[in-house]
């Protein structure tokens, strides 16, 4: 982000290979481990608008469709490494420090706002949000601006579903969401090292894509506070700082709304922020990235690789100038 560039990123931030070599048989044990769990999460039948086929639905007609939300067949990144290299600034700019400041946080009672342009706004208590729909794991890539990246099986379920309880109104064209910003809780909410609290913004057809969830675990465990608990927005064909962590109120509005790190630097941070290896990043290039527990570095993939699910949201429209 603003404050480090990933060429400042230190030699003691790159995994060792001893590391490494562990880490790789920790990854296989879990996913031998979670292999059961996945296959009643993931292997789960969607019709082709990512419905889950109703009881009584012939099973013939679902198979026939293809599944909105494919497999990934990459490896995991290490719960370790997901849960020791966070961005949240409100604890620490230090990636590394972040879960030992916010081991502490508190995250219940907690409650969420949904309101706006919305026939039915309600003020959610966590626990009864998160009984909406029930939780999947969705194993998504992850890249950051900062050009890494991790895969992350993440647990939630679609945003559509909470937005359907509110019945958003026709003039409704955007989502806005709000993070927590408590400074008896957040160290950082004190400084000005960011407009607090920390602000997020999507299309309301985006918000209402099956592919965007609100996560509240991850590798089958409730969300530590340092990865944004309770409930984070994750949308996987965008850059990572869009997944605004802990979030309080989501609310729907006509207008494009103001994101933090646009806020922070507008030429830097667009509203979209969708991954777009021809567009570069103006101090550095976003063609390829470091994935968290390789070596070397892959070619990041246009729209993080979700194109076939996503770039029919952006036909017609220029990617380098609404970036
Ligand atoms: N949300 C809040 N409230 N504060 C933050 O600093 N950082 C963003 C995003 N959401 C951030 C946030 C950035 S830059 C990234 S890359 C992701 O969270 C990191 O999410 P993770 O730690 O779960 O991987």
């Known amino acids: 982000m603003l404050i480090k560039k990933p060429e400042d990123i230190k030699s003691s931030e790159i995994t060792d290979k001893k590391l490494y070599l562990s880490r790789r048989l920790f990854i296989r044990g879990a996913v031998l481990a979670g292999s059961t769990v996945a296959t009643g999460l993931v292997y789960r039948h969607f019709t082709s608008h990512g419905e889950e086929a109703q009881a009584g639905e012939k099973i013939a007609d679902v198979q026939a469709a293809p599944p909105a939300i494919a497999t990934l067949n990459e490896s995991k990144t290490s719960y370790e490494d997901i849960t020791h290299y966070n961005n949240f600034y409100e604890f620490s700019t230090d990636k590394q420090a972040v879960a030992q400041k916010a081991k502490n946080y508190i995250t219940r009672p907690w409650t969420v706002s949904v309101e706006g342009l919305v026939n039915k706004p309600r003020v959610f208590d966590i626990d009864d949000l998160l009984k909406i729909s029930p939780p999947e794991e969705r194993v998504y890539r992850h890249r950051c601006v900062e050009a890494w990246s991790m895969v992350i099986p993440w647990v939630g379920f679609p945003l559509g579903k909470l937005l359907d309880q509110v019945q958003p109104m026709s003039q409704a064209k955007y989502?806005?969401?709000?993070?927590?910003?408590?400074?008896?809780?957040?160290?950082?909410?004190?400084?000005?090292?960011?407009?607090?609290?920390?602000?997020?913004?999507?299309?309301?057809?985006?918000?209402?894509?099956?592919?965007?969830?609100?996560?509240?675990?991850?590798?089958?465990?409730?969300?530590?506070?340092?990865?944004?608990?309770?409930?984070?927005?994750?949308?996987?064909?965008?850059?990572?700082?869009?997944?605004?962590?802990?979030?309080?109120?989501?609310?729907?509005?006509?207008?494009?709304?103001?994101?933090?790190?646009?806020?922070?630097?507008?030429?830097?941070?667009?509203?979209?922020?969708?991954?777009?290896?021809?567009?570069?990043?103006?101090?550095?290039?976003?063609?390829?990235?470091?994935?968290?527990?390789?070596?070397?570095?892959?070619?990041?993939?246009?729209?993080?690789?979700?194109?076939?699910?996503?770039?029919?949201?952006?036909?017609?429209?220029?990617?380098?100038?609404?970036?």
């Open 175 to 323: 989502v806005a969401f709000e993070s927590l910003a408590d400074p008896k809780q957040m160290p950082n909410v004190k400084s000005d090292i960011l407009q607090w609290p920390y602000v997020e913004g999507l299309r309301l057809d985006e918000a209402m894509h099956p592919l965007t969830i609100l996560a509240s675990g991850l590798y089958d465990e409730t969300l530590p506070p340092q990865n944004g608990a309770p409930l984070k927005l994750v949308v996987p064909w965008k850059y990572g700082f869009k997944g605004i962590k802990s979030i309080i109120r989501i609310k729907l509005v006509d207008d494009e709304p103001p994101t933090t790190w646009n806020i922070a630097g507008p030429r830097e941070y667009g509203f979209y922020s969708n991954v777009n290896p021809n567009v570069d990043h103006p101090r550095w290039s976003q063609k390829t990235e470091r994935r968290i527990g390789e070596f070397g570095r892959r070619d990041t993939l246009m729209f993080n690789g979700y194109a076939d699910q996503v770039a029919q949201l952006y036909g017609g429209m220029d990617l380098k100038k609404y970036y």
